[in-house]
């Protein structure tokens, strides 16, 4: 029969595996030269070499949520045509039809105008109102950095109110509110990688992992643009979220950020194209640069116009929700205007618009796809083109603000291709004739990059989707210098009031910082002891092992310090070195190392139950 031992006894008569570590090396080797200590840090054998199982995991996973989103992508997308088709081809249009007809034959209308068109977009504010009364609720949910937040936090997903936040947007895009359909499809993979996370039980660091090959596969299978979809995400989603140092899976999750991310990209573009989406694209025409030393400056200063246009659009967002919230002078009988009302009031703006300018409805592709194509009836006037441009400011800003459901990915593609439009009209009008410059649709496509890039503080990603969209790279140099210049100009108007372009890149290095070294297994092990016992400073004992991984000798009463935070004080003077001698008052790195090793290894076998070895 085994003989029994008291806890203290067994810990005593343990004999660690690295005894030999807690003897004193000697000063010098027999040729004279002082032998290397043993190393002990990151890289020692407590903590073996990955072997990919993790990161092959999240791939995999990341496989998965380019899949999902792609199909759902493909969904969004055809429920906005189904909705599009019902609305101003099936029953309701013709009815509608029938209501005007007597209107213009009696001519009390203009033949020019579209007086059914004041009722279209109504019928999306009436499903989104359908939508708010079904949930019970004042919105439908934080937005995207909300929702960035709760991946944060940890905060599981709400399916049912995600689901319902994608129908409004199909009820409000279907119907033509002037909003886009890529916002939606980003938060569409956003909420997919948070349910696949939930899924899979991830923490912290995969769950950021794949929310931003979530963004990725989105843009991805929005645009048919995987490389854009990468640069989206790296640009605005990952520096969005925080790194958690407490996280084990820091160092795992940084190797697979990168697979995870250009996976998930490509996955979601390919089931993408199995989707008809109809006309619903952007479409774009071959571009030719006619003289660079006369056109660089010239599209410089589109960019300097762009970066005005897009801050002004910003700045419209922001009063015209004060004007919902009824914060603004002369509007404060919006507080009591029910939620549910607001997304009429939009969609009913939209539609008094639309009776003269129905370019201004939906996402605006088919306006830009004419103004790039030169087909457009406004291409060649300036004022026509600025009215345009003004309308779809003011109008995608009411949508916002309302609480209608989508982005202002399609809208910011707009307002650049008739910035550009009115540009290149301008310069032909004021530029001699011996000066020769590239056509309007050639302005149209670099405005619509550059009003991109400022907008949304993603120069890379306005460059890219171009680029990606035209694939030639004559475009590139007229890209990055008028982009360029858009993100400079808007950082300057709007100065401190929000954060400037690439702001992430000045931020600390999370390696070195937030995050810190990636703690090494011994570290790890020490923390975990320390949180679960409660007796000390966890942060102390941490920096305690990294000085000794670092080389550095420490005092007993430090080590004591340590023992302490791990609830081990008592246990400590069972391992400590003794001799003939007094107890030293100071330990090399090495034996205070196996010292804390023993330690660590004490509390791992009290864990599973497992005895010491008894003599």
Same mark, same amino acid.
Request: aromatic share 8%.
């Given at each position: 029969?085994?003989?029994?031992?008291?806890?203290?006894?067994?810990f005593?008569?343990?004999?660690p595996r690295?005894?030999?570590?807690?003897?004193e090396?000697?000063?010098?080797?027999?040729?004279?030269v002082?032998?290397?200590?043993?190393?002990?840090?990151?890289?020692?054998?407590?903590e073996?070499?990955?072997?990919?199982?993790?990161?092959?995991?999240?791939?995999?996973?990341?496989?998965?949520?380019?899949?999902?989103?792609?199909?759902?992508v493909?969904?969004?997308?055809?429920?906005?045509?189904?909705?599009?088709?019902?609305?101003?081809?099936?029953?309701?249009?013709?009815?509608?039809?029938?209501?005007?007809?007597?209107?213009?034959?009696?001519?009390?209308?203009?033949?020019?105008?579209?007086?059914?068109?004041?009722?279209?977009?109504?019928?999306?504010?009436?499903?989104?109102?359908?939508?708010?009364?079904?949930?019970?609720?004042?919105?439908?949910?934080?937005?995207?950095?909300?929702?960035?937040?709760?991946?944060?936090? %940890?905060?599981?997903? !709400?399916? *049912?109110? /995600?689901? #319902? $936040?994608?129908?409004?947007?199909?009820?409000? &895009?279907?119907?033509?509110?002037?909003?886009?359909p890529e916002g939606?499809?980003?938060?569409?993979?956003?909420?997919?990688s948070?349910a696949?996370?939930?899924?899979?039980?991830?923490?912290?660091?995969?769950?950021?992992?794949?929310?931003?090959?979530?963004?990725?596969?989105?843009?991805?299978?929005?645009?048919?643009?995987?490389?854009?979809?990468?640069?989206?995400?790296?640009?605005?989603?990952?520096?969005?979220?925080?790194?958690?140092?407490?996280?084990?899976?820091?160092?795992?999750?940084?190797?697979?950020?990168?697979g995870?991310?250009?996976?998930?990209?490509?996955?979601?573009?390919v089931?993408?194209?199995? %989707?008809?989406?109809? !006309?619903? *694209?952007? /479409?774009? #025409? $071959?571009?030719?640069?006619?003289?660079?030393? &006369?056109?660089?400056?010239?599209?410089?200063?589109?960019?300097?116009?762009?970066?005005?246009?897009?801050?002004?659009?910003?700045?419209?967002?922001?009063?015209?929700r004060k004007?919902?919230?009824?914060?603004?002078?002369?509007f404060?009988?919006m507080?009591?205007?029910?939620?549910?009302?607001k997304?009429?009031i939009?969609?009913?703006?939209?539609?008094?618009?639309?009776?003269?300018?129905?370019?201004?409805?939906?996402?605006?592709?088919?306006?830009?796809?004419?103004?790039?194509?030169?087909?457009?009836?406004?291409?060649?006037?300036?004022?026509?083109?600025?009215?345009l441009?003004?309308?779809?400011?003011?109008?995608?800003?009411?949508?916002?603000?309302?609480? /209608?459901?989508?982005?202002?990915?399609?809208?910011?593609?707009?307002?650049?291709?008739?910035?550009?439009?009115?540009?290149?009209?301008?310069?032909?009008?004021?530029?001699?004739?011996?000066?020769?410059?590239?056509?309007?649709?050639?302005?149209?496509?670099?405005?619509?990059?550059?009003?991109?890039?400022?907008?949304?503080?993603?120069?890379?990603?306005?460059?890219?989707?171009?680029?990606?969209?035209?694939?030639?790279?004559?475009?590139?140099?007229?890209?990055?210098?008028?982009?360029?210049?858009?993100?400079v100009?808007?950082d300057?108007?709007?100065?401190?009031?929000?954060?400037?372009?690439?702001?992430?890149?000045?931020?600390?290095?999370?390696?070195?910082?937030?995050?810190?070294?990636?703690?090494?297994?011994?570290?790890?092990?020490?923390?975990?002891?320390?949180?679960?016992?409660?007796?000390?400073?966890?942060?102390?004992?941490?920096?305690?092992?990294?000085?000794?991984?670092?080389?550095?000798?420490?005092?007993?009463?430090r080590?004591t310090?340590?023992?302490?935070?791990?609830?081990?004080?008592?246990?400590?003077?069972?391992?400590?070195?003794?001799?003939?001698?007094?107890?030293?008052e100071?330990?090399?790195?090495?034996?205070?190392?196996?010292?804390?090793i023993a330690?660590v290894?004490?509390?791992?076998?009290?864990?599973?139950?497992?005895?010491?070895?008894?003599?």
């Open positions: 029969m085994r003989p029994q031992v008291s806890p203290r006894a067994q005593r008569k343990y004999k690295r005894s030999l570590l807690m003897q090396q000697p000063h010098t080797s027999p040729g004279g002082p032998p290397p200590l043993p190393e002990l840090t990151k890289n020692s054998d407590l073996p070499a990955p072997n990919g199982s993790k990161e092959i995991g999240a791939i995999c996973a990341a496989v998965l949520v380019g899949a999902l989103s792609g199909a759902a493909i969904g969004f997308k055809n429920g906005i045509s189904f909705v599009r088709h019902t609305v101003f081809e099936g029953p309701f249009a013709e009815l509608l039809n029938e209501l005007t007809r007597p209107l213009y034959s009696l001519r009390v209308v203009d033949a020019s105008l579209n007086i059914q068109y004041l009722l279209f977009p109504l019928f999306g504010g009436l499903l989104t109102a359908a939508w708010l009364k079904l949930l019970d609720r004042k919105d439908f949910g934080v937005p995207l950095p909300g929702q960035l937040e709760e991946v944060d936090k %940890g905060v599981p997903p !709400d399916l *049912k109110l /995600l689901i #319902t $936040r994608q129908l409004a947007a199909v009820s409000a &895009l279907g119907s033509g509110a002037s909003l886009g939606p499809s980003v938060e569409i993979g956003v909420s997919i948070r696949v996370s939930q899924l899979f039980g991830y923490g912290h660091e995969f769950r950021r992992v794949l929310a931003s090959a979530g963004a990725a596969a989105g843009v991805s299978a929005g645009f048919d643009a995987p490389l854009s979809g990468v640069m989206f995400a790296l640009e605005l989603i990952q520096p969005s979220v925080a790194p958690d140092r407490s996280d084990k899976d820091n160092a795992v999750a940084f190797r697979a950020t990168a995870a991310v250009l996976t998930s990209a490509a996955i979601a573009c089931v993408s194209r199995y %989707g008809a989406f109809g !006309d619903d *694209k952007f /479409l774009v #025409t $071959r571009y030719e640069l006619v003289d660079p030393l &006369l056109e660089i400056p010239l599209y410089m200063s589109l960019g300097v116009l762009s970066g005005v246009v897009g801050a002004t659009f910003r700045s419209t967002v922001v009063n015209m004007v919902y919230g009824g914060e603004k002078e002369g404060e009988f507080k009591k205007v029910a939620p549910e009302l997304p009429l939009a969609t009913t703006l939209c539609g008094f618009v639309a009776i003269k300018y129905p370019e201004t409805l939906f996402f605006g592709y088919n306006a830009v796809n004419s103004i790039l194509s030169e087909k457009s009836a406004y291409i060649h006037s300036i004022p026509e083109l600025f009215t441009l003004s309308l779809k400011i003011g109008l995608t800003a009411s949508c916002l603000a309302s609480g /209608l459901m989508g982005g202002t990915f399609a809208p910011a593609l707009f307002f650049g291709a008739s910035l550009g439009a009115a540009y290149d009209e301008a310069l032909k009008a004021v530029l001699p004739a011996q000066f020769e410059i590239a056509g309007t649709s050639n302005y149209a496509m670099v405005g619509a990059a550059a009003m991109l890039g400022a907008v949304f503080r993603a120069p890379i990603t306005g460059i890219l989707l171009l680029f990606e969209l035209t694939r030639d790279y004559d475009i590139v140099l007229p890209l990055i210098s008028s982009v360029g210049l858009a993100t100009t808007i300057l108007i709007e100065g401190e009031s929000t954060p400037p372009t690439w702001a992430w890149w000045w931020q600390p290095n999370p390696l070195d910082t937030a995050v810190g070294p990636v703690p090494s297994a011994l570290q790890v092990k020490v923390a975990d002891i320390a949180k679960a016992s409660g007796s000390g400073d966890t942060d102390e004992a941490i920096k305690t092992i990294q000085r000794l991984e670092s080389g550095e000798a420490i005092s007993v009463k080590l310090s340590t023992a302490k935070a791990m609830g081990m004080r008592e246990e400590l003077e069972a391992v400590l070195p003794t001799g003939e001698e007094a107890e030293p100071e330990l090399s790195s090495t034996q205070a190392l196996s010292v804390v330690l290894e004490s509390k791992e076998r009290e864990a599973t139950g497992v005895p010491a070895e008894v003599e």
